[in-house]
Nanobody, 120 residues
Framework: QVQLVESGGGLVQPGGSLRLSCAAS????????MGWYRQAPGKQRELVAR???????MYADSVKGRFTISRANAKNTVYLQMNSLKPEDTAVYYC??????????????WGQGTQVTVSS
C-alpha cells in the first residue's frame, strides 16, 4: 500500500503561485498514475490533473494553461505547479495514487490533503 503526504499549501493572493508536493512511500512509485484532486466547501471532490506512468498528462478545463503536474520517480514525488491563482481555486488539495491509465484509473491511496486559500 502506498502512503502519500502532501505539502506546500498556504495562503496566496490572486494572481500568485504555489507549488504542491506529494511524497510517496511504501510501494513502487513509478507504477502508479498520480493525480491531484480538490474539494471546496460544500462541493464534491474534483479531479484537477493526472499524470501517467509515461508522464502523459490531463487537466481539468478550469486549470488548463495555469497548472502543471509533473513527477520525479527518482524522488517518489509528484508536483502541482499552480500559477495565476484565482479565488475559485481555494480548496483542500488531495494527492491520489491509482492503477490504470490517465483516462481510467482505480484509486489505491489518498493523501491527507493540504489547504490552498487564494484571497487578498
Amino acid at each position: 500500500q502506498v502512503q502519500l503526504v502532501e505539502s506546500g499549501g498556504g495562503l496566496v493572493q490572486p494572481g500568485g503561485s504555489l507549488r504542491l508536493s506529494c511524497a510517496a512511500s511504501g510501494s513502487i512509485f513509478s507504477i502508479y498514475v498520480m493525480g491531484w484532486y480538490r474539494q471546496a466547501p460544500g462541493k464534491q471532490r474534483e479531479l484537477v490533473a493526472r499524470i501517467g506512468t509515461s508522464s502523459l498528462t490531463m487537466y481539468a478545463d478550469s486549470v488548463k494553461g495555469r497548472f502543471t503536474i509533473s513527477r520525479a520517480n527518482a524522488k517518489n514525488t509528484v508536483y502541482l505547479q499552480m500559477n495565476s491563482l484565482k479565488p475559485e481555486d481555494t480548496a483542500v488539495y488531495y494527492c491520489n495514487a491509482a492503477r490504470g491509465t490517465i483516462a481510467a484509473a482505480t484509486t489505491a491511496s489518498w493523501g491527507q490533503g493540504t489547504q490552498v486559500t487564494v484571497s487578498s
